[in-house]
């Protein structure tokens, strides 16, 4: 089934499903029940392969079903931010945090899975304009956190790699603190040494 935006029913229906950016794949039982997001390789393999997976009970729906049932499953919780879509971005939050707050340690497997998780997700939820300076606030002590207890080679997950890199200097540098920023790339590039190829990293 194919939604235009554009229209009062699709209007209607980006809202009840907090679609907000496009374009946005979700897939449904025949019931209506809303399965899973599409966070798949936009190729035809990735596709079919997402509906497999989600075929075989690796979905949103079912994880949250097996949430209820065990709510200190730290696991699952991260398994359930993986499977939300690009506009959940403030419910990635609250399951991250509860992730966290179950155990709050960063030499942790599964809780350093879950910081670094969190810092990619604080990054994509930086408001572009009112509640800007707020959310810097509240949050800049957390991602600092994150950043100390791994910075520069403990990080396995989502922060790995020059990916995860940009991130982190994207952070700094939407704070405003391009000094930070330097520090990170300079530091980069001292590590990386005669390796250092400007086109690649």
Not at 14 to 41: A, H
Not at 114 to 136: H, S, T
Request: net charge positive; aromatic share 16%.
């Amino acid at each position: 089934l194919y939604i235009e935006q554009a229209s009062k029913e699709g209007d209607s229906f980006c809202r009840q499903f907090n679609v907000r950016i496009y374009p946005t794949f979700k897939l449904f039982s025949k019931e209506g029940i809303m399965l899973d997001n599409g966070t798949f390789s936009r190729t035809v393999e990735g596709f079919l392969g997402w509906v497999k997976e989600v075929k075989a009970g690796n979905n949103f729906y079912e994880l949250t079903r097996k949430l209820e049932k065990n709510p200190l499953d730290r696991d699952l919780l991260i398994k359930i931010v993986d499977r939300m879509g690009m506009s959940d971005k403030k419910d990635k939050m609250a399951y991250l945090k509860r992730a966290i707050q179950i155990k709050p340690d960063y030499n942790d497997e599964l809780s350093h899975k879950a910081y670094e998780k969190m810092a990619w997700v604080l990054v994509e939820n930086i408001p572009r304009g009112q509640g800007r300076e707020e959310f810097f606030t509240y949050n800049k002590q957390l991602f600092s956190g994150i950043f100390n207890a791994f910075y520069p080679d403990k990080f396995k997950y989502y922060l790995k790699g020059n990916d995860g890199l940009v991130t982190i200097m994207n952070w700094y540098l939407q704070l405003g603190d391009r000094e930070k920023v330097l520090w990170i790339f300079n530091d980069f590039r001292k590590r990386k040494g005669s390796a250092f190829d400007l086109i690649k990293n």
